[in-house]
């Protein structure tokens, strides 16, 4: 079994946005991965929590937003669009950021509810959200040429479109994605991955984990030297998440 490096290569910091509220379906999971893989590749990592009314921290070498309820998202809806220019200036500068599902939904330009209400976002991504009454929930595989085969659970009512400044994740070979016509899933601008998938996401899907590792290390330090993660459960779960039907 691969054992975490006793060399300390440096230490990658991972803050999770509002995990009192936007954590669902397992999103917490992904930040457990990422210290983890962090660890596995020789680096010391600190996680994180950043709630409503904290401090947010400083040196941000990685963030992980989940999804939540549409009443998550207006507890945060106030202390997010206060951090809104941090945020900007974070994701301009290529810190790697992972948002899920509701948060993927708070960093784009607004979520027009069913009903008609508008939550505005921070914009720093070019999407618009809008609720409906169709429920997009199942098993989800995607196909990224950056990612390889992407697999996940979406459980949502918001659709989103992406503007011309954003390209997708990837496109849906199962299930629906960012809505239910253009056969998209997610969202990629400069080292943010958006995403509406679940279940976590991480556990199942390590190149992306790595690639947030990655690129937090190389713009920290220079350069980026992997370490030797044990990856045969990930195998697994891959295996079996492929197998399951929509």
Not at 81 to 93: I, K, N, P, V, Y
Not at 218 to 245: C, I, M, Q
Request: hydrophobic residues 35%; charged residues 25%.
């Amino acid at each position: 079994m691969t054992q975490e490096a006793s060399e300390n290569k440096g230490t990658i910091r991972v803050v999770q946005l509002y995990p009192r509220d936007m954590n669902i379906y397992g999103d917490w999971g992904n930040a457990l991965v990422l210290k983890r893989r962090i660890a596995w590749h020789g680096y010391t990592p600190e996680l994180l929590e950043y709630n409503v009314g904290d401090d947010f921290p400083e040196d941000v070498d990685v963030i992980v937003g989940g999804g939540g309820q549409d009443s998550g998202q207006l507890v945060i809806q106030a202390d997010l669009l206060s951090r809104g220019s941090t945020l900007q200036e974070l994701a301009e500068d290529g810190t790697p950021m992972l948002l899920i599902c509701g948060m993927y939904q708070l960093f784009g330009r607004f979520f027009k509810t069913r009903t008609g209400s508008v939550i505005p976002g921070i914009g720093v991504l070019d999407v618009e959200t809008h609720g409906t009454d169709e429920r997009l929930i199942g098993n989800v595989k995607v196909e990224s040429e950056e990612f390889g085969e992407i697999l996940g659970y979406e459980n949502h009512s918001g659709q989103t479109t992406l503007g011309p400044g954003i390209r997708a994740l990837g496109t849906t070979a199962k299930g629906t994605g960012n809505n239910s016509s253009d056969g998209q899933e997610g969202a990629r601008y400069k080292n943010i991955v958006a995403s509406y998938l679940h279940g976590s996401l991480l556990p199942k899907n390590p190149a992306i984990a790595d690639f947030l590792i990655s690129t937090a290390v190389e713009r920290k330090y220079g350069s980026f030297t992997a370490g030797a993660p044990d990856d045969r459960f990930a195998v697994l779960a891959r295996e079996h998440a492929g197998r399951r039907p929509r």
